[in-house]
């Protein structure tokens, strides 16, 4: 562990983002070794103990390497909202600073690093008969009519949320009904000042190559036993947790509304269009310095150059 000198100037907090199956966990590995400290994950999936293939976790050899935090920290059966991961985060960097000079924060959920690193104004609370109509909405006409409704009052959040998750589009749209205020504007006030300094790392490559990975992904995920996982979790379809891609379209297969090939086909275009979102969310942000995957070396020595 770092130890930090008296005197030092404050902590540092290395984020690494960008899109789904761009290679953020072996640079994080790589990065948080070389400067001796843990990492925090910001995937809003890899929380839950019950979802582990699907949401691509670090493997058991990769956990050893470095220690992880909220990697199996939560269960599918209790909510964990960004403002909680704010919360607990926060509390936990500010343990791990005690002893390290730098902590890695990785992951590409855009919500929940922007949780710990601007914070968010405080939520209006909806009435519970604007939960239970757009719920209503959802279970009676999909999701279609909540994404037109978003698009319409949000069209910021839109191009940035997962559309296929339906927690997120509820929970925005709860907000705008109960405010008259568009979610994403409640990202756009005066960040929270932190006691950490921040350098923040997004990867990308070419879209085609990006694509290539995603499919293989899939591919790998359905031979280390996806679809047994998803099988295992079907009693709870209907929890918030497991409303995302590559669990919502098998439980479509085992529902029989699809076969397994049209399933496995949208969990690629599905996840395809989640990582075009999630580049449009780092990319909003001017503050973050954008490398190609295997750039390892170039990213460890610009970070060094800004502590």
């Not at 990492?39 to 956990?63: C, H, N, V, W």
């Not at 006030?189 to 350098?199: A, G, L, V």
């Not at 709870?236 to 496995?264: K, W």
Request: aromatic share 10%; charged share 20%; proline share 5%.
């Amino acid at each position: 562990m770092n130890q930090p000198p008296e005197g030092t100037s404050p902590k540092t907090l290395i984020v690494i983002a960008g899109p789904t199956a761009i290679g953020k966990t072996e640079l994080a590995i790589k990065v948080a070794q070389h400067f001796r400290t843990e990492i925090i994950s910001a995937d809003s999936r890899q929380f839950y103990r019950e979802m582990s293939i699907g949401t691509a976790k670090p493997s058991p050899e990769e956990l050893k390497q470095v220690k992880h935090h909220f990697i199996n920290s939560h269960s599918i059966y209790h909510a964990f909202t960004a403002g909680d991961f704010e919360q607990q985060a926060l509390e936990t960097l500010a343990n791990l600073f005690i002893s390290n000079n730098t902590v890695v924060l990785a992951g590409g959920s855009g919500l929940f690093i922007d949780a710990v690193c601007y914070g968010f104004d405080a939520l209006p609370k909806a009435p519970e008969a604007i939960r239970k109509e757009l719920n209503s909405i959802y279970t009676q006409h999909g999701l279609t009519p909540l994404q037109e409704e978003l698009k319409t009052n949000d069209p910021e959040y839109y191009a940035q949320v997962d559309l296929n998750n339906p927690q997120r589009i509820i929970r925005a749209l709860e907000v705008y009904r109960t405010s008259g205020r568009p979610f994403s504007s409640y990202r756009n006030k005066q960040t929270s000042k932190r006691p950490f300094n921040t350098i923040k790392i997004a990867l990308n490559t070419d879209r085609h190559l990006l694509y290539e990975r995603i499919n293989q992904r899939v591919d790998l995920m359905m031979q280390h036993g996806l679809l047994n996982e998803v099988k295992n979790l079907l009693p709870n379809q209907s929890l918030n947790a497991l409303q995302t891609v590559g669990y919502t379209e098998l439980f479509r297969f085992l529902n029989n509304e699809i076969s397994l090939d049209t399933a496995i086909s949208q969990i690629k275009q599905n996840t395809r269009r989640y990582a075009k979102r999630q580049l449009t969310w780092f990319k909003r942000d001017p503050s973050y310095h954008w490398f190609a995957p295997g750039e390892t070396e170039h990213i460890i020595t610009f970070i060094e150059s800004r502590l």
